[in-house]
């Protein structure tokens, strides 16, 4: 039945073809169906303007999933702003597209395989470089882009005709090309440098991919004793007592009189036994601890410092699994007890060596930030190695500038600053990865005579010497390597004359999480001024984070995830997208509740239910019979609710443009009132809710249900608007619910088969309708009014009353005026007589001048309703009483929050108003 309701109709519109409830399930996966089927979503180069075409383009790229992943509701969030951004551009006629796609995810595939391979007790090597990257190659075939399929099902409207790979043949050629532009540029290079490396990954990892997490550890202090008078010794303090056994030095400040003396003198190294010298460098704060710094060049970046400037060896003191081992330059150094022996193991025993020596001084109890894997999560080791590295600094140049001028805007505006201080404060990237899936670094080196070089297609012969066996390096690059180029790249990048880099590039807007800021923005629009010469987008967008209701980020480990697609089975897409809107203040994070989806997703299934009941009983009451063309009604034809639902429209839509745009800066930068304009999702969707909902429902539709059933002109007019006002509101709600408003849109008797929402015309606003509302307006202030008075005296709906209307002429003619109107919907009487003299209820309507009185004499129990609203005066005095008496504290004013105080005060003020509005009322009641 409900399957019927998504394909074309030309019989009449009947209640079965309508049913009470609307099925998600059963219309949402036929509409997108149809949506593709039709090539809605599909771009076309050839109507961009920059190809000759006349359409202004608008384009997306989807942060690129991982390719085996599968969708969470943070992908729920980012994917649903897009899609509102994608969907209001493409209906205000830019030629709009959004690229999908996914990411190759070195580290965390290769884990997924690795950890299967592991169930038949077989490791990567055992397999070979070249068997294991096709098991993974095979895996990603099976289970890869997963994710794509489910974003439909939340209704993401991308151009799947383009959907990009990060290690596909044609995104491999960007890779290869930049890292040979870079390479030859002398901006890639090898380095012998510590780097940060992952025991369970065995690899190298950035300095973003190693996260700090804050934790509570030990600080050492143990005594280096002179070699030359044992007696006498230095004390150094540590995190990683292990690490010890790499040490090839002690450190002071040059200008610290406490150890002038020791300067040039060797100290004993504990456990290893082993004669380092005392040196002097200004790296060492001679105000933290004891002022000395214990020197492992091969296990901490400041230290390798050091030890450059010293010429100091570098011993290498751990394998890549962190297990203790003699390793480079560290012969004799750790003891045979301890090889093997896990990183952590050995710290207990070294630590417990220390103490049986009299050389452990004390341990303290310690705060600090530790380094962790993001992948695994494993404790990061410091670690001499041979990595690629981009130098950035150059790079970043141009990425910086671009936001400080406004070319660039990152809203919210506060991670301006966490992005300038990255950017100014770069270090090299280190890209290369030891591990197999992913692009390989395309350097090969001559066995011959080691001639090096980085190629775009592979060698066969030394370019230098001739011969044939040249060897390619082994490291794979960075996942983030591949996706800095995801802008430019998925459009066809490097062939400059590719008809979709003409015509979309530069992209529009760019939404993601901030976690990514540094991993994937700044790399972007750095790479984008390398290969590009210009910003690849003018906006970055940072949505919040989902969290629970304990404040904590939604994780598959904590087990406080929400699947999208359980919410949309339950409630429909619509509802999911819907509240995740309304949630999305500009950077605000989400808060749901894992335990209780029902009042989670509350907001978003309580609104399409109201939508689809307004939009049931509108079509139902309309019919299907012609309706007049809405352009040929005449300002005299109208009546004063009809031009106060056009002024309504008019500003629902001045908000809705105001709360999405402007969609791109006037001119080459955003102007300082341009930067934090729009891209605000939650106003958005509250204005076209309010519009719908509090406007057209409450008001409109309930004001003209007699017009409807009465034949004749009048009820052509009243059907001519709500049918354009409803069609107009469709549109503004399509981009945040798009299934129900397409579902309803084809209903309309005006709907031409065929077309979809999706297509259709943005709302403009129709100045010739601005302000039309102030007669309405009145009449609405009146019914309120009436409505409030039959609420406070307990008046039952049925209950007959007369309202009598004091003020000026002019507007009680035009209240009474309504007075059909106004007795079906305040179920009240209006009159200008004098209203009878006795207890009465009285509203002012603030500045107009009017005063509704209702006598309450006959329909009020007055003895009854005088003791109740005395019972209320007494308790709200007593009440407050108490809390002016708190107030007039000064222990309570003095030593209270600031904000407990205020909050006091306004409760206060709230008290007050209401007692004196009950005294009035005693005064009016009960004499």
């Given at each position: 039945m409900v399957a019927n309701f998504v394909r074309e109709m030309t019989t009449p519109i009947t209640p079965d073809e309508l049913p009470p409830q609307y099925d998600a399930a059963a219309t949402e996966k036929a509409l997108y169906a149809e949506w593709e089927a039709a090539g809605v979503f599909r771009a076309d180069p050839a109507r961009s303007d920059r190809n000759g075409g006349d359409r202004t383009p608008y384009t997306i790229v989807i942060p690129p999933p991982n390719v085996t992943?599968?969708?969470?509701?943070?992908?729920?969030?980012?994917?649903?702003?897009?899609?509102?951004?994608?969907?209001?551009?493409?209906m205000s006629g830019d030629e709009a597209l959004w690229v999908p796609g996914t990411d190759h995810a070195g580290i965390a595939t290769q884990n997924i395989v690795e950890k299967q391979i592991a169930k038949e007790n077989l490791t990567r090597d055992d397999l070979g470089r070249d068997a294991f990257v096709e098991r993974v190659k095979t895996h990603v075939e099976k289970t890869g882009g997963v994710i794509l399929e489910q974003l439909r099902a939340i209704g993401a409207s991308a151009d799947w005709t383009r959907t990009a790979y990060t290690l596909s043949p044609e995104l491999s050629v960007a890779v290869r090309e930049i890292f040979v532009r870079l390479y030859d540029d002398g901006l890639i290079y090898r380095g012998h440098r510590v780097i940060h490396w992952c025991p369970r990954c065995l690899t190298s990892l950035s300095d973003e991919e190693a996260e700090f997490n804050d934790e509570t550890g030990a600080l050492w202090h143990i005594r280096y004793p002179l070699s030359d008078d044992p007696s006498r010794s230095i004390e150094v303090a540590t995190t990683r007592p292990e690490t010890m056994l790499g040490d090839v030095a002690v450190a002071v400040h040059p200008d610290d009189e406490r150890y002038a003396d020791l300067v040039g003198k060797t100290v004993r190294l504990p456990i290893s036994n082993i004669d380092i010298p005392v040196i002097a460098d200004t790296y060492v704060d001679r105000e933290f601890g004891t002022g000395v710094v214990k020197i492992t060049p091969a296990h901490d970046p400041n230290d390798f410092e050091v030890g450059k400037r010293h010429n100091l060896t570098m011993p290498v003191i751990m394998t890549p699994e962190a297990t203790m081992a003699d390793g480079i330059d560290a012969a004799g150094r750790v003891p045979a007890d301890l090889i093997g022996t896990d990183r952590f193991d050995a710290r207990k025993k070294i630590v417990k060596q220390l103490e049986s020596e009299g050389l452990l001084v004390k341990k303290q109890v310690h705060q600090h930030a530790v380094r962790h894997c993001y992948r695994c999560d494993t404790v990061v080791e410091p670690r001499l190695s041979d990595q690629w590295f981009v130098k950035m600094a150059?790079?970043?140049?141009?990425?910086?500038?671009?936001?400080?001028?406004?070319?660039?805007?990152?809203?919210?505006?506060?991670?301006?600053?966490?992005?300038?201080?990255?950017?100014?404060?770069?270090?090299?990237?280190?890209?290369?990865?030891?591990i197999w899936w992913g692009h390989r670094v395309p350097v090969w080196r001559c066995a011959e005579c080691h001639f090096e070089k980085a190629y775009r297609v592979d060698p066969t012969t030394c370019e230098q010497c001739g011969n044939a066996t040249l060897v390619q390096d082994t490291d794979v690059l960075d996942t983030w390597f591949s996706s800095q180029l995801w802008p430019f790249s998925t459009l066809g990048w490097p062939n400059e004359k590719a008809p979709d880099l003409r015509a979309f590039y530069p992209t529009d807007a760019l939404v993601t999480a901030p976690e990514i800021?540094?991993?994937?923005?700044?790399?972007?629009?750095?790479?984008?001024?390398?290969?590009?010469?210009?910003?690849?987008?003018?906006?970055?967008?940072?949505?919040?984070?989902?969290?629970?209701?304990?404040?904590?980020?939604?994780?598959?480990?904590?087990?406080?995830?929400?699947?999208?697609?359980?919410?949309?089975?339950?409630?429909?897409a619509d509802a999911m997208r819907f509240t995740l809107l309304q949630g999305m203040g500009l950077g605000v994070d989400v808060m749901l509740d894992p335990t209780d989806l029902e009042?989670?997703?509350?907001?978003?299934?309580?609104?399409?239910?109201?939508?689809?009941?307004?939009?049931?009983?509108?079509?139902?009451?309309?019919?299907?019979?012609?309706?007049?063309?809405?352009?040929?009604?005449?300002d005299a034809e109208l009546t004063s609710v009809d031009r106060w639902i056009l002024d309504r429209l008019a500003s629902g839509i001045s908000d809705c443009d105001a709360a999405l745009g402007p969609a791109r800066p006037t001119g080459a930068t955003w102007t300082e009132q341009e930067r934090t304009a729009g891209m605000r999702l939650d106003a958005y969707a509250e204005a076209a809710r309010r519009f719908v909902w509090n406007d057209l429902a409450d008001w409109y539709v309930e004001a003209c249900k007699a017009r409807l059933l009465q034949p004749g002109a009048d009820r052509e007019v009243a059907r001519a608007v709500l049918v354009h006002v409803f069609d107009q509101a469709l549109r503004l709600l399509h981009p945040a619910i798009p299934f129900i408003t397409e579902s309803l849109w084809r209903r309309l008797p005006t709907y031409t088969a065929g077309t979809f929402i999706a297509q259709a015309q943005w709302p403009s606003r129709d100045a010739s309708h601005a302000g039309?509302?102030?007669?309405?307006?009145?009449?609405?202030?009146?019914?309120?009014?009436?409505?409030?008075?039959?609420?406070?005296?307990?008046?039952?709906?049925?209950?007959?009353?007369?309202?009598?209307?004091?003020?000026?002429?002019?507007?009680?003619?035009?209240?009474?005026?309504e007075s059909t109107l106004l007795g079906r919907m305040a179920k009240c009487a209006v009159t200008a007589d004098a209203a009878p003299a006795g207890p009465a209820a009285h509203v002012m309507l603030g500045g107009t001048g009017l005063e509704i009185v209702l006598p309450l004499a006959g329909i009020v129990d007055l003895g009854k309703e005088c003791a109740r609203i005395q019972t209320e005066v007494d308790a709200l005095d007593k009440q407050l009483t108490a809390l002016r008496g708190r107030l007039g504290n000064e222990k309570f004013t003095g030593k209270a929050p600031p904000e407990l105080v205020e909050a006091e005060r306004a409760k206060e003020r709230e008290w007050t108003a209401r007692s004196e509005q009950l005294h009035a009322k005693v005064r009016s009641l009960c004499g």
């Open positions: 992943g599968v969708l969470h509701m943070g992908h729920g969030l980012n994917n649903t702003a897009q899609d509102v951004l994608i969907r209001w551009r493409r150059p790079l970043a140049a141009p990425a910086l500038q671009a936001v400080r001028e406004g070319t660039v805007r990152i809203l919210p505006e506060r991670w301006n600053a966490v992005y300038v201080n990255w950017l100014e404060n770069i270090r090299d990237w280190n890209i290369s990865r030891q800021l540094f991993f994937w923005v700044a790399r972007m629009i750095m790479s984008g001024y390398y290969c590009m010469g210009r910003s690849p987008f003018h906006t970055v967008y940072l949505t919040g984070t989902v969290r629970d209701m304990e404040h904590r980020k939604m994780s598959k480990s904590l087990g406080n995830g929400i699947d999208p697609l359980d919410v949309v089975a339950q409630f429909g009042k989670s997703f509350a907001p978003g299934r309580n609104f399409a239910t109201k939508l689809w009941n307004i939009g049931r009983f509108l079509l139902l009451q309309v019919g299907t019979d012609p309706v007049r063309d809405f352009a040929s009604l005449t039309g509302g102030a007669a309405f307006d009145l009449v609405r202030e009146v019914i309120t009014g009436i409505r409030q008075l039959r609420s406070d005296y307990g008046l039952a709906p049925g209950k007959e009353v007369t309202a009598y209307v004091v003020g000026p002429d002019a507007l009680v003619q035009r209240v009474l005026a």
